[in-house]
């Protein structure tokens, strides 16, 4: 607040106000208000209630009731989560293969001959679909009577196998559907990577007579190195995300076998099986801690790089 | 340039790798060619076991037809559209001023809350689920498309705001303090300077945006429950349930499900790219 002077004189101030006088340390919360508050209402907050939550027993309707870590003790010897457990392993693991697939793929089209920019976007192209979609492509194209891939094991005198109806195969008949779409997106990310390689470098390197693996392994590959973090990034999301395509192509089954954590979760909090939201939590919150190490990783990467400007 | 041009490389590999494009092409995009050769199938062609001849009968126009004019189809599309621009405008605007709120002012807990954002954007859905689907019916909005809609601003103002900040954090400081020098408005550096420059941020995070939220599922399983809301995603598994065995039609809704975000990614294929590798990878 301004204080009017005591005495007038004849000089007139313009008065400046506390918002003018504040503006550069005031406007980027102003800036960041709305931003926050939607941020912290519908993602942060809800993080620590499924904490809370876990804690509980409750049906999502009447009174909840405190357990203690009675959830936790449930989990240890539930065997169907025993399995997500281990599915999700499989997923993250399995997973990681889109990665030299997407660079393979990469290598394999930068090339410049004409039309090999429709190439690459139809390559890219199962990425952009939807999950859902990927999934009934993918469950018609398993079908044991009529699905293409048995079709062409018949031509060799294979098959038939129902890959989503034998547990034993099913969750790996799943993660080959997820690894069409994410090898698309590691593609793209290291087609972008192989741009930006220095061309002087691979010259240089020609002349001392690398070629080949040795190139690529030398000199490509740690250029590639923005590349391949983000695509690593993107593809552990997506495995420890995975829900979509277990949904619709074998809803957990046969006899649960295709789960993970995160559609067990859905299935324990929401589906027929019983609305019991505590112990879904429960689970989601294991989820979240192994999401946990790896965010806690990335979100270390990213400063070291901030510190280094 | 790796792999070596193949320019430069011997007659015989230049016409292989010539021959070989198209061929892996079909492979890479096999099952999804499977689906479009159903959809322009006869329903007879099923019933007498002919999976994989050519069709008896071009009956693309009866099956797509059959599936805008017969089905709630059309009206999970109009769903999907009603939710996807709301999210695309929300978010975007949201994390416009919050990327530039973190791009350009240095103050305390700058990073802190940044990482914030970036960090809440890798969370797993489901840890979000009771208590995301609790607000929302608090709020009235359960099984309506504004529900879904501020969640999805919400969420995605996270990753967007990952985004915005880089991109804000690249523009040259020079232009903002000669606009300070001036004795212009904060908020006017924002309108008048930045906000023009962040036009190609803008347009990659729109068309990326879209992507996701048309291609959402989850969210619309768990916050929506009916065709008067439910998006193209989640209105598939109805249509297929009312369609069961009518292969034809079901791969008929499934290609006009995934429409619009290929035709999207067509168009704009350029920002579309740029927003996917985050503007890290140059």
Redesign the interface.
């Known amino acids: 607040m301004t204080v009017s002077p005591a005495v007038p004189t004849d000089r007139y101030v313009p008065p400046r106000g506390w918002y003018k006088r504040n503006e550069i340390r005031v406007t980027p919360w102003l800036f960041l208000a709305p931003g926050i508050l939607f941020f912290l209402f519908y993602v942060i907050f809800p993080v620590f209630q499924s904490f809370n939550l876990s804690l509980y027993k409750w049906d999502g309707l009447g009174e909840a009731e405190y357990v203690g870590l009675r959830n936790y003790q449930e989990l240890a010897t539930d065997r169907a989560f025993e399995t997500s457990l281990w599915n999700n392993l499989k997923w993250l693991l399995l997973y990681l293969l889109a990665i030299p697939a997407g660079l393979f793929i990469a290598l394999f089209l930068n090339q410049t001959v004409t039309g090999i920019r429709l190439y690459k976007s139809l390559f890219f192209f199962p990425f952009v679909i939807s999950q859902v979609v990927v999934g009934l492509v993918f469950t018609w194209f398993y079908d044991p009577t009529f699905g293409l891939l048995n079709t062409i094991l018949g031509w060799f005198g294979a098959g038939p196998i129902a890959v989503l109806g034998d547990p034993t195969l099913a969750t790996y008949g799943i993660i080959a559907a997820g690894l069409w779409p994410q090898t698309a997106y590691c593609m793209i990310l290291y087609l972008t990577g192989l741009n930006a390689v220095d061309p002087e470098q691979v010259e240089a390197a020609r002349l001392d007579g690398a070629k080949g693996w040795r190139m690529l392994w030398y000199v490509i590959i740690p250029q590639l190195k923005p590349a391949t973090f983000i695509a690593f990034v993107v593809t552990i999301i997506g495995a420890l995300r995975s829900f979509d395509l277990i949904s619709i192509m074998t809803n957990g089954g046969p006899f649960g076998s295709t789960r993970v954590l995160s559609f067990y979760m859905f299935e324990k909090a929401l589906s027929e099986y019983g609305f019991r939201m505590g112990y879904g939590a429960a689970i989601a919150v294991v989820l979240f801690l192994i999401m946990l190490l790896f965010i806690a990783y990335f979100l270390w990467s990213m400063w070291r790089e901030e510190r280094g400007r | ?7 430069k490389t011997s007659r015989t590999w230049q016409l292989t ?2 021959g070989l ?1 198209p061929f ?2 079909i492979m ?5 060619i ?2 479009a050769l ?1 959809s322009i199938k006869p329903a007879v062609d099923f019933t007498q ?1 002919n ?2 001849g050519l069709p008896s009968a071009f009956a693309g126009f009866e099956n797509y037809g059959k599936v805008f004019l017969e089905s709630q189809m059309p009206r999970y599309l109009l769903n999907s559209l009603l939710i996807t621009i709301p999210t695309v405008i929300g978010a975007v605007a ?2 416009a ?2 990327g ?3 791009g ?2 240095r ?1 305390r807990g ?2 802190l ?1 940044f ?6 954007n ?11 689907r609790d ?1 929302t019916r608090d709020l009235g909005l359960y099984n309506t498309k504004t529900g879904l809609v ?2 999805h ?3 995605q ?2 990753f967007c ?1 990952l985004f915005m900040r880089n991109f804000i954090r690249a523009l040259p400081y020079e232009l903002i303090e000669a606009a300070r020098v001036e004795g212009v ?3 006017r550096i ?1 309108w008048y300077v930045v906000l023009p420059l962040m036009k190609p941020a803008i347009a990659a995070l729109a068309v990326l945006i879209f ?1 996701f939220i ?2 959402d ?2 969210w619309a ?2 916050l929506t429950q009916g065709a008067e809301s439910q998006p193209v ?1 989640a209105g ?2 109805s249509f ?1 349930a009312q369609y069961r065995a009518a ?1 034809h039609l ?2 008929a809704g ?2 006009v ?2 429409l619009p ?2 035709a ?3 168009l704009m ?1 350029k920002h579309f ?1 740029a927003g ?3 503007g ?3």
């Open positions: 340039m790796f792999p070596t041009p193949i320019a790798y010539q494009l892996a092409l890479w995009l096999l099952p999804l499977a689906v159903f076991a999976y994989w949201l994390s001023m919050t530039f709120a973190l350009i002012y103050f700058n990073l809350i990482f914030l954002f970036v960090a809440g890798f969370v797993p859905f489901q840890i979000l689920m009771v208590p995301v607000l501020l969640f601003v919400a969420f103002t996270g705001t408005a904060e908020w924002f992507t048309w291609n599922y989850f399983v768990v995603t598939i598994t297929n292969y079901m791969s499934s290609i499900a995934a975000p290929v999207m990614f067509f294929q790219i996917l590798t985050l890290a990878v140059k």
